[in-house]
């Protein structure tokens, strides 16, 4: 399997303390069934700076580390970076990194408690860019839990979207897990990952998230989230679905 977000590089964010605990992590992502992994620090959400160059450097140290460990595990550069008016400054400078360095893919997380009013015009003029940004996590943003048709929008626009599997199998909450299932339901979900942070509490449930999904859709919903992982790696276009609007409020509720 495929996991294209986590917080494994050590000492650089939330996720991973120190190269003891990435390695221990990448023991688990491998028992997990994982083979290559991308590495997602986070970027400008208030916290943690991880710019282009450094997020590499640390990419290829982790992996000269798996190698001498004998860890069959990749671990592929990436960045979660949060959606910010100043993102075109940090692209023009070289800071921003897109999935495998390839100049397509950018893990793109809004706030968790609301929605930017420029979001759509970021998401525009990064396909102008011919970057296809990745919504990260959307289904634990609470405006869009209260907006659905706010996300729909984005992914109409030409934005893909990615799932957290701890919220498929029901580790954030009922209602996150809820409209978990709308999203997918609604065809508006490309990607699951682990978003993984560590061996316990946020670790490696993507196994877990897809035996739920095949339990309730059917094998072939997962074989296409599975799909455009694979695409993704291989530097190809994921693919999609035909979009379903959500049905208008009545009396407050969806």
Do not use: W
């Not at 590499?56 to 190698?67: A, P, S, T």
């Not at 001498?68 to 400054?89: A, K, S």
Request: one cysteine or more; charged letters at 25%.
């Amino acid at each position: 399997m495929i996991d294209i977000h986590c917080h494994i590089l050590p000492g650089v964010d939330d996720g991973s303390a120190d190269m003891k605990e990435s390695l221990n992590m990448a023991r688990k992502a491998v028992e997990a069934g994982i083979t290559h992994l991308f590495a997602t620090p986070h970027h400008l959400n208030e916290r943690y700076v991880n710019v282009k160059d450094n997020i590499i450097d640390h990419v290829f140290e982790l992996n000269e580390c798996l190698q001498q460990e004998d860890i069959p595990l990749t671990i592929h550069p990436g960045q979660e970076i949060r959606i910010h008016r100043e993102l075109f400054v940090s692209l023009e400078k070289g800071e921003v990194l897109t999935l495998d360095n390839r100049g397509k893919y950018l893990l793109l997380e809004l706030p968790s408690g609301y929605v930017p009013t420029y979001t759509q015009e970021v998401v525009y003029e990064l396909l102008l860019k011919g970057i296809t940004p990745i919504v990260v996590h959307p289904e634990r943003n609470r405006e869009l839990i209260e907006n659905h048709n706010l996300l729909f929008e984005m992914v109409q626009e030409g934005a893909l979207t990615q799932l957290t599997s701890s919220s498929i199998i029901g580790l954030f909450g009922k209602n996150i897990k809820s409209f978990s299932k709308k999203i997918i339901e609604h065809n508006l979900a490309h990607f699951i990952a682990s978003d993984a942070h560590n061996i316990g509490s946020r670790g490696f449930s993507l196994e877990e998230a897809y035996f739920t999904i095949t339990k309730t859709y059917g094998v072939d919903r997962t074989l296409y989230f599975k799909e455009n992982a694979e695409l993704l790696i291989q530097g190809h276009s994921p693919s999609g679905e035909k979009l379903l609007p959500f049905k208008k409020k009545f009396l407050g509720i969806f």
